[in-house]
């Protein structure tokens, strides 16, 4: 049984340790102003390719100032977006050209910035070249953060022995850490070992510590456990409850197969739903929901979602509503759901009509699928490579080889720097294209392949067809060459 990938913690709840403990110096909040200019300029660039840094630049070029503190809430702002090459080049101009002074908060927010676009090897050069004086338990927090996120388990550990070293042991927030990493790993011997620890120490959790070991306790499928944790949680008056517990419970209940009492926690988590995170509790509802094939609750939790974000939810709600649909079977809901979202002001998320055309793929509506994808184009919105993918393979699945090899083509034109082909996709059609003998097809595909940089195409014979391939390109430059001399 297919569960949730990931538990809300990791998606939210750990994210707010972070923040808690980077900005709790930090008192200011951020709003988007609509008559801030720079904000504007920075929140329109979006593509995560394309330096922003050239917008401050222009910004102070025209004679106009810029805060330290309004850089500071440009790079909370674009983190909160996961623009987080954007936010490390504010970072870095705020001291560069900005010439401004970073206190210990500020430092660890780059750290964290350089290990999710760059990675642990220059996260680890960066700390090491910040002075001693400066290594606060903003920066160590920070480091044990990305060694936490990259699975990095014996620097994490080493990293908190420094924290306790340093004293800063009484804090849950770096206990937390390091307990999500051991429930990610599957390490819940010392999961529970560092329970213990913080109860000899009178460290006091917090919700999130719960929610993480509830979460080892479903992953190990320790049901007895896990209640016992739950009901410890519900009769304690220093602990309160919220929707995450009951999801984490109710995953535990599906993963046993006990759904009458994964639908109770479901039930519970939705009386505890408020504050600024509804969203990605409704979401998650909705996956659950689906998994049980409660298709009636599905509907009135994306109604409830619909009320509390104001009739316009997020794009990540609309993928939810028609991810749980397509799995209900629900195609006419589906597309009930994709036109609402197409009459309503969101931004364009091509994820959404992909979403629908594998759908109608899995079921053999090719003619569906490709009136989406017209629709799509003449409405100015260009199918991208994952569309004619999802395509492709619809076609190789239902045995319409000739559109496969055609749609193949698209997939490899739209690609993208980085994109890496479905082999399997591939190896049909060139085994189909073998099977016939059209060796011109054939080298064509290989071609439009190489042109994108990808040459390394393993099994069903394709190196010899790529050194035919270039073989007959050698001949063609000969010959061109042989005819100019004879001109």
Request: net charge neutral; proline share 3%.
């Given at each position: 049984m297919?569960?949730?990938?990931?538990?809300?913690?990791r998606?939210?709840?750990?994210?707010?340790?972070l923040?808690?403990?980077?900005?709790?110096?930090?008192?200011?909040?951020?709003?988007?102003?609509?008559?801030?200019?720079?904000y504007?300029r920075?929140?329109?660039?979006?593509?995560?390719?394309?330096s922003?840094?050239?917008?401050?630049?222009?910004?102070?070029?025209?004679?106009?100032?810029?805060?330290?503190s309004?850089?500071?809430?440009?790079?909370?702002?674009?983190?909160?977006?996961?623009?987080?090459?954007?936010?490390?080049?504010?970072?870095?101009?705020?001291?560069?050209e900005?010439?401004?002074n970073?206190?210990?908060?500020?430092?660890?927010?780059?750290?964290?910035?350089?290990?999710k676009?760059?990675?642990?090897?220059?996260?680890?050069?960066?700390?090491?070249?910040?002075?001693?004086?400066?290594?606060?338990?903003?920066?160590?927090?920070?480091?044990?953060?990305?060694?936490?996120?990259?699975?990095?388990?014996?620097?994490?550990?080493a990293?908190?022995?420094?924290?306790?070293d340093?004293?800063?042991?009484?804090?849950n927030?770096f206990?937390?850490?390091?307990?999500?990493?051991?429930?990610?790993?599957?390490?819940?011997?010392?999961?529970?070992?560092?329970?213990?620890?913080?109860?000899?120490?009178?460290?006091?959790?917090?919700?999130?510590?719960?929610s993480?070991?509830?979460?080892?306790?479903?992953?190990s499928?320790?049901?007895?456990?896990?209640?016992?944790?739950?009901?410890?949680?519900?009769?304690?008056?220093?602990?309160?409850?919220?929707?995450?517990?009951?999801?984490?419970?109710?995953?535990?209940?599906?993963?046993?197969?006990?759904?009458?009492?994964?639908?109770?926690?479901?039930?519970?988590?939705?009386?505890?739903?408020?504050g600024?995170?509804?969203?990605?509790?409704?979401?998650?509802?909705?996956?659950?929901?689906?998994?049980?094939?409660?298709?009636?609750?599905v509907?009135?939790?994306?109604?409830?979602?619909?009320?509390?974000?104001f009739?316009?939810?997020?794009?990540?709600?609309?993928?939810?509503?028609?991810?749980?649909?397509?799995?209900?079977?629900?195609?006419?809901?589906?597309?009930?759901?994709?036109?609402?979202?197409?009459?309503?002001?969101?931004?364009?998320?091509?994820?959404?009509?992909?979403?629908?055309?594998?759908?109608?793929?899995?079921?053999?509506?090719?003619g569906?699928?490709?009136?989406?994808?017209?629709?799509?184009?003449e409405?100015?919105?260009?199918?991208?490579?994952?569309?004619?993918?999802?395509?492709?393979?619809?076609?190789?699945?239902?045995?319409?080889?000739?559109?496969?090899?055609?749609?193949?083509?698209?997939?490899?034109?739209?690609?993208?720097?980085?994109?890496?082909?479905?082999?399997?996709?591939?190896?049909?059609?060139?085994e189909?294209?073998?099977?016939?003998?059209?060796?011109?097809?054939?080298?064509?595909?290989?071609?439009?392949?190489?042109?994108?940089?990808?040459s390394?195409?393993?099994?069903?014979?394709?190196?010899?067809?790529?050194?035919?391939?270039?073989?007959?390109?050698?001949?063609?430059?000969?010959?061109?060459?042989?005819?100019?001399?004879?001109?």
């Amino acid at each position: 049984m297919k569960l949730i990938p990931s538990n809300p913690w990791r998606a939210y709840g750990i994210s707010r340790v972070l923040r808690a403990l980077l900005y709790s110096t930090e008192a200011q909040t951020f709003s988007s102003r609509r008559d801030d200019s720079l904000y504007r300029r920075i929140s329109r660039a979006g593509d995560p390719q394309v330096s922003i840094v050239p917008i401050l630049d222009q910004w102070v070029e025209e004679g106009r100032g810029v805060k330290q503190s309004e850089l500071k809430r440009f790079i909370k702002m674009l983190r909160n977006f996961r623009r987080f090459r954007h936010a490390l080049q504010v970072s870095e101009w705020m001291t560069g050209e900005g010439n401004h002074n970073l206190l210990p908060g500020d430092v660890a927010v780059r750290l964290d910035l350089i290990s999710k676009v760059h990675g642990l090897e220059l996260a680890e050069r960066y700390f090491n070249s910040i002075p001693e004086t400066s290594r606060t338990f903003h920066v160590y927090g920070a480091l044990l953060n990305c060694y936490a996120e990259h699975k990095s388990l014996d620097r994490a550990e080493a990293t908190m022995q420094k924290l306790k070293d340093l004293g800063y042991f009484q804090r849950n927030l770096f206990y937390n850490v390091m307990l999500n990493l051991y429930s990610r790993m599957g390490a819940f011997e010392k999961l529970d070992s560092l329970v213990q620890e913080m109860e000899e120490k009178g460290i006091t959790g917090d919700c999130f510590t719960c929610s993480i070991q509830l979460n080892a306790y479903a992953a190990s499928s320790d049901i007895e456990a896990m209640e016992k944790l739950l009901m410890k949680m519900e009769t304690n008056p220093l602990l309160t409850m919220d929707w995450n517990a009951y999801i984490a419970a109710a995953n535990g209940y599906l993963k046993a197969e006990l759904f009458e009492k994964a639908y109770a926690m479901m039930k519970k988590s939705e009386l505890l739903i408020n504050g600024k995170i509804k969203r990605v509790a409704y979401e998650n509802l909705l996956t659950l929901y689906t998994v049980i094939g409660k298709k009636e609750d599905v509907y009135r939790i994306w109604e409830l979602y619909k009320y509390k974000s104001f009739g316009k939810p997020y794009n990540s709600g609309y993928l939810c509503m028609l991810s749980s649909l397509e799995k209900l079977g629900d195609i006419d809901g589906a597309e009930r759901i994709l036109e609402e979202w197409e009459s309503a002001t969101t931004t364009f998320d091509i994820r959404l009509p992909n979403l629908l055309v594998t759908a109608y793929c899995k079921r053999g509506f090719l003619g569906k699928a490709e009136a989406c994808i017209e629709r799509l184009s003449e409405s100015g919105k260009e199918p991208n490579a994952s569309t004619w993918n999802r395509l492709a393979l619809g076609y190789i699945v239902h045995n319409h080889m000739e559109k496969a090899v055609e749609t193949l083509k698209k997939v490899i034109l739209a690609s993208q720097p980085g994109w890496k082909p479905n082999l399997s996709i591939v190896g049909s059609c060139i085994e189909y294209l073998k099977g016939k003998g059209d060796l011109e097809s054939e080298m064509e595909i290989l071609r439009l392949l190489r042109e994108r940089g990808y040459s390394e195409i393993p099994d069903f014979g394709s190196s010899n067809l790529m050194k035919r391939d270039s073989d007959v390109e050698e001949n063609e430059v000969s010959d061109e060459q042989k005819n100019e001399v004879e001109v």
